[in-house]
């Protein structure tokens, strides 16, 4: 009889420690799968690159970079984590270490390299021109006709900011008026308080889908070139990115992402 309690106890001792055990390698194997956390900054208002959208009744950021970013995050190990904030507080936001890195389908230009580094590229865009039905702009040229005084609608600090502001306004050809979203400047353009916008040719198409009145001129205003931006000098992170970039392209990723968004067709439409 005591020999039975006696080896009950030693049981219970020994079942004791093995759940301690189960725990302590539970412990261990959620502590190994912790990520460090990868911080994107982006304004989501420049469908089809980053956009709200609900899902399961839940307010998701979608869109080409946002995957591509997701994407990026499993290749390198991350947790990936978005922030949407106003476009021209992204590159300050990197700059004040607030992220870690900023996509929202930017353009590489001088003035930009001069405050943050960009990543390879990973698409390409068009800049274009929305009027409204009618309108007497009928191509790209006549905002540089002579004597042209037109009302240009851009999102700020976009190229389509950058560029309008120095060979359209500073040309003496007309005023730029700023808008926060891209949304508003269309919003003004309907409303008749400018006559035309210039904005990435992805988004121009949806906005010209959802306002009737609204058409995008046959020419371009401009080609550019989309990359990630990160802090000045941060080169351990930016030669992960490039890493990933090259990897997620080569394995047919990037372009299925992209094709998802953007079908075939259009490839030569994609950036800000």
Excluded: W
Excluded at 128 to 156: C, M, P, R, W, Y
Excluded at 230 to 244: C, F, M, Y
Aim: net charge negative.
């Amino acid at each position: 009889m005591s020999m039975t309690r006696k080896g009950y106890f030693i049981m219970k001792k020994i079942f004791a420690l093995i759940l301690v055990l189960a725990l302590s390698l539970t412990c261990v194997a959620a502590f190994a799968e912790d990520k460090p956390t990868l911080t994107m900054a982006t304004n989501a208002a420049f469908p089809p690159y980053e956009y709200h959208e609900m899902i399961d009744g839940e307010d998701k950021i979608v869109g080409i970079d946002a995957e591509i970013f997701y994407a990026i995050c499993d290749y390198l190990g991350y947790e990936g984590v978005i922030d949407d904030i106003d476009f021209n507080a992204i590159i300050p936001a990197l700059q004040g270490g607030k992220a870690d890195l900023g996509m929202a389908g930017m353009t590489v230009t001088e003035d930009r390299l001069v405050n943050v580094d960009f990543s390879n590229t990973y698409a390409t865009g068009v800049q274009v021109v929305i009027v409204k039905e009618g309108s007497a702009i009928a191509s790209v040229d006549d905002l540089f006709a002579e004597g042209a005084n037109h009302a240009i609608g851009v999102q700020t600090a976009t190229t389509g900011d950058i560029y309008s502001t120095d060979d359209i306004e500073g040309a003496g050809l007309g005023t730029v008026e700023r808008f926060n979203t891209g949304a508003d400047a269309v919003q003004a353009l309907l409303t008749g308080k400018i006559d035309c916008v210039i904005i990435d040719n992805e988004p121009a198409k949806a906005f010209v889908a959802a306002n009737e009145g609204l058409t995008i001129l046959d020419t371009e205003y401009v080609k550019e070139e989309y990359a990630i931006a990160v802090a000045k000098g941060n080169d351990e992170l930016l030669a992960k990115l490039n890493e990933a970039l090259t990897a997620l392209t080569e394995d047919g990723t990037i372009p299925a992402i992209i094709e998802k968004y953007i079908p075939s067709g259009a490839a030569e439409d994609k950036a800000e």
